[in-house]
């Protein structure tokens, strides 16, 4: 046998992992993207869901809610088994559940609707397990480079979900856009079975209900051990509370006059939110220089002036369109600051369980944004809902300017500078 050039024969060290082909990777960003559309299809298309109901609108927030407390839900109970089973089998277990209850949205009504979308939300976090399972697959020079694709196909997804969305229901009708999210979750799971290598090595030891329950609370002991981490919790909750009021209440505002758009131009719209791809690519560079909590305050401030300000010019269409921008970039740059803020504080190994309590938290605060938009849009209109997304801005960066006193007025031993948490 030829003696490898490196000496590694000699040495007995263990083989580097094969680089995945970019072929792999690029199907691995499609499959992330196409999981995170489902939890976005309904917000174009919710005044003609509504009208082929026979309901008002706002009737419908309690589906758009469900749909994220299913995924906070699936990020806190089934993201963590990717540290312990088969992440090939949860990835296609995943999936194939989502395509079913895809199929099956367009056939239901009333409270059987709202409990397909929460089941929808659950099912949906394969792409959180799609991540941690590239960078497993990444030699360590290119693990950043494949992370770093496999999360743009992450915000391209939900960014351009809501225009196929439009689209599709403009050409056809609403029903159309879960039949053909049905069909994308089939092939995504026939190219992830064809592509992804089976594990390698002995096979994974059967999780016991003790293990399952020892794993879930393991995430709790890390929020009360860790303040940082606590602490972003909140932030990306309250960030993306505010993220979910302004894409319930777009749609709402743009079907009604003198606007009347329809599904097609509502989803239109929403290519706007490309800046939110520009304020990731930038919060990463400020926090890498450890600028992460000046981040995270003009994110918050530009939340709630942006808000503050549509309230007021409820009619102009290009006040509307601006705020889109500005909120979708200011959300996006406080949510990379703040995975980049906890992931800088914690051990390798706990890097999926971190991710599980940010995430759940990040969607719980969606799902109350979905929530409080029911009954705030119809006592109040655009002015009310455009508050509340000023009261989850402000609320955030109260939180951030309150931290940044208390850390200054704390004492610092000599020569220990306080640094930009």
Same mark, same amino acid.
């Given at each position: 046998m030829t003696q490898a050039a490196d000496g590694g024969a000699l040495t007995g060290a263990p083989p580097r992992p094969a680089s995945p082909g970019r072929l792999t990777v690029v199907l691995l960003a499609v499959a992330c993207g196409l999981c995170v559309a489902n939890l976005y299809y309904l917000q174009p298309i919710l005044p003609d869901l509504a009208d082929s109901l026979d309901i008002r609108p706002e009737s419908l927030t309690p589906a758009l809610a469900a749909t994220q407390l299913g995924y906070a839900a699936g990020l806190l109970a089934l993201v963590p088994l990717g540290d312990v089973v088969d992440r090939r089998r949860l990835v296609s277990a995943l999936v194939s559940c989502a395509g079913v209850i895809l199929a099956v949205i367009p056939l239901a009504r009333g409270a059987a609707l709202v409990a397909l979308f929460l089941l929808l939300g659950l099912f949906s976090v394969a792409a959180m397990v799609i991540v941690p399972m590239a960078a497993g697959m990444a030699p360590a020079e290119r693990r950043g480079q494949i992370v770093g694709t496999v999360m743009t196909g992450v915000i391209?997804?939900?960014?351009?979900?809501?225009?196929?969305?439009?689209?599709?229901?403009?050409?056809?009708?609403?029903?159309?856009?879960?039949?053909?999210?049905?069909?994308?979750?089939?092939?995504?799971?026939?190219?992830?079975?064809?592509?992804?290598? @089976? @594990?390698?090595g002995p096979g994974q030891p059967r999780l016991s209900v003790t293990g399952y329950l020892r794993l879930l609370r393991s995430v709790g002991t890390l929020?009360?051990?860790?303040?940082?981490?606590?602490?972003?919790?909140?932030?990306? %909750?309250?960030?993306?509370?505010?993220?979910?009021?302004?894409?319930?209440?777009? @749609?709402?505002?743009?079907?009604? @006059?003198?606007?009347?758009?329809?599904?097609?131009?509502?989803?239109?719209?929403?290519?706007?939110?490309?800046?939110?791809?520009?304020?990731?690519?930038?919060?990463?560079?400020?926090?890498?220089?450890?600028?992460?909590?000046?981040? &995270?305050?003009?994110?918050?401030?530009?939340?709630?002036?942006?808000? %503050?300000?549509?309230?007021?010019?409820? &009619?102009?269409?290009?006040?509307?369109?601006?705020?889109?921008?500005?909120?979708?970039?200011a959300v996006q740059a406080a949510h990379i600051t703040n995975q980049t803020a906890v992931f800088q504080k914690v051990e390798a190994s706990e890097r999926s369980r971190v991710t599980t309590a940010y995430m759940t938290s990040y969607f719980a605060g969606g799902a109350l944004g979905s929530a409080l938009m029911g009954p705030v849009w119809r006592n109040g209109g655009w002015p009310a809902s455009a508050l509340l997304g000023c009261a989850f801005g402000g609320l955030a960066l109260a939180l951030v300017l309150g931290h940044v006193l208390r850390t200054r007025n704390r004492p610092h031993h000599k020569g220990v500078p306080a640094t930009d948490a």
């Open positions: 391209l997804g939900a960014l351009l979900c809501r225009t196929f969305a439009g689209l599709i229901a403009g050409l056809a009708d609403w029903r159309a856009v879960f039949w053909c999210g049905s069909a994308a979750m089939w092939a995504v799971l026939l190219l992830l079975r064809r592509t992804l290598p @089976p @594990p390698s929020l009360r051990h860790n303040s940082e981490l606590a602490r972003r919790c909140l932030y990306g %909750a309250l960030g993306f509370g505010a993220f979910t009021v302004l894409w319930t209440a777009v @749609p709402l505002r743009l079907a009604e @006059p003198p606007y009347d758009f329809g599904a097609s131009a509502i989803g239109l719209v929403g290519l706007l939110g490309a800046g939110g791809a520009l304020g990731a690519n930038l919060a990463g560079r400020f926090a890498d220089r450890g600028r992460s909590t000046a981040v &995270s305050a003009v994110a918050f401030a530009l939340i709630a002036v942006s808000f %503050a300000g549509v309230a007021a010019w409820e &009619s102009a269409l290009l006040a509307m369109c601006a705020v889109i921008v500005l909120v979708d970039f």
